[in-house]
């Protein structure tokens, strides 16, 4: 959580204000919206990492009320804090009424993959975490269909045999690897 976290800081910070009108490869957020939802996670899971609940009918507006960078890695160290501590991953959530490791991973998968969004959005280079995305791969596949249920991920995108594993764990989350924001005839 805490390399996740590492790799997700950089990319919120290097967005500019003049970027958070623009679209990401998640279609329901521009920007703005999905740091506001990004941070309303990493927030919202200390307490489920604690086995608590956590508000997500809402979403407050972050960048209004500014020093969002700042805040979202003082917040995601918290993050990862909370689920360092000792027996956090054992049990069921609070919360969500799943099992802790799941909703570790629901959390470890909205700051990779969120984080690939906004970099794409913006112009920025991400790479994953290689210990992040090796755990993320199998629980992904796990959650997907209750995933899509849910709405939270949209249909897989087809990729070619042999596409390298943060792609394919992208493409099955509803995602196209190769989203930019721009037409491809632009």
């Known amino acids: 959580m805490e390399n996740a976290a590492r790799a997700a800081a950089p990319v919120v910070r290097g967005v500019d204000d003049a970027q958070l009108g623009l679209p990401t490869p998640c279609a329901e957020y521009d920007v703005r919206a999905l740091l506001n939802h990004l941070l309303h996670v990493v927030i919202g899971f200390q307490a489920l990492a604690a086995k608590g609940t956590a508000d997500f009918s809402t979403t407050p507006d972050y960048v209004a009320e500014g020093g969002w960078r700042d805040r979202f ?47 794409r959005a913006t112009g920025q280079d991400f790479t994953p975490d290689g210990p992040a995305l090796a755990e993320l791969a199998p629980a992904f596949a796990e959650l997907a269909p209750m995933a899509r249920r849910m709405k939270v991920f949209g249909e897989p995108v087809p990729v070619p045999e042999g596409t390298p594993a943060f792609e394919t764990l992208l493409a099955a989350t509803g995602r196209d690897p190769d989203w930019s924001p721009r037409p491809a005839n632009a």
């Open 73 to 119: 890695a003082a917040e995601t160290r918290k993050l990862a804090g909370a689920w360092a501590r000792p027996g956090t991953l054992e049990g069921v959530s609070g919360g969500f009424g799943m099992p802790q490791l799941t909703v570790a991973h629901m959390v470890l998968g909205d700051m990779t993959v969120h984080a690939w969004d906004l970099a």
